[in-house]
């Protein structure tokens, strides 16, 4: 089945450093790809999303590329704000009996001043 | 425009018990789909609606069941209530179209069962 492997957490940056957050996932077709935000106490926000191989999803400062060889949509941010502390989830979609979404577990960035 | 909204925000129950819970679908959406999130972990998928019916199900009981409305709104029931029911329950709204839908989150209901 389908499935998403995200990098464990937590991770903790201190602010305007790089951010990498790794996603891969097992799909049985061609899926869709995304990541989600949820912030303490609240539900799931779209962050980005990418439809086919190759195109760069992107937002506030955000980008992921799906990578179709290597299976990967990988989270970027190039200097990150204490804003962004928050729980990370890739996810991925695909079209069939019903169409539902299939989430990594999670990853936890802290960004400290 | 407005977005998915869930009811209640909160709820507590005791073993045994059945619950309901509801969700409004953003506007011009007609598929709802239902997650499951137990703490620290990814929201996993209970069931989708589209055209008042069932549209997929993931890997949870018959005591999970649900309704969808001619105005595209929903409810969720989970019958015999367990412990490890307790979790956040993600409603997220789409439209069923050609490609790829994007889902959009409502805030969700946190049940604690006793």
């Known amino acids: 089945g389908n499935s998403v492997t995200q990098m464990e957490g937590p991770v903790t940056l201190s602010e305007e450093a790089f951010l990498t957050i790794n996603c891969t996932y097992t799909?049985?077709?061609?899926?869709?790809l995304f990541w989600y935000v949820q912030y303490p106490g609240e539900g799931l926000q779209l962050l980005l999303k990418?439809?086919?191989?190759?195109d760069k999803g992107s937002n506030k400062g955000f980008e992921a590329t799906y990578r179709k060889e290597t299976t990967s949509f990988h989270l970027e941010k190039g200097s990150v704000q204490v804003s962004d502390s928050a729980v990370y989830f890739c996810?991925?979609?695909?079209?069939?009996?019903?169409?539902?979404?299939?989430f990594g577990p999670g990853t936890r960035l802290s960004v400290l001043p | 425009e407005t977005g998915v909204t869930q009811s209640p925000t909160h709820l507590i129950k005791t073993r045994g018990q059945q619950v309901t819970l509801r969700c409004s679908s953003q506007?011009?959406?007609?598929?709802v789909s239902w997650y499951q999130q137990a703490l620290g972990q990814g929201p996993q998928f209970i069931f989708q609606?589209?055209?008042?019916?069932?549209?997929g199900r993931g890997n949870f009981p018959p005591r999970f069941s649900g309704l969808q409305f001619p105005n595209y709104s929903s409810e969720l029931n989970v019958n015999a209530l367990e412990l490890d029911d307790s979790a956040l329950y993600l409603c997220?709204?789409?439209?069923?179209?050609?490609?790829?839908?994007?889902?959009?989150f409502g805030p969700g209901t946190r049940l604690l069962v006793l």
């Open positions: 997220a709204s789409s439209f069923s179209g050609a490609n790829q839908e994007t889902q959009y």
């Open positions: 799909a049985t077709g061609y899926p869709s």
């Open positions: 990418a439809t086919k191989a190759d």
């Open positions: 996810a991925l979609s695909e079209r069939n009996y019903g169409q539902n979404f299939v």
């Open positions: 506007s011009g959406h007609n598929t």
């Open positions: 609606y589209y055209r008042e019916e069932e549209n």
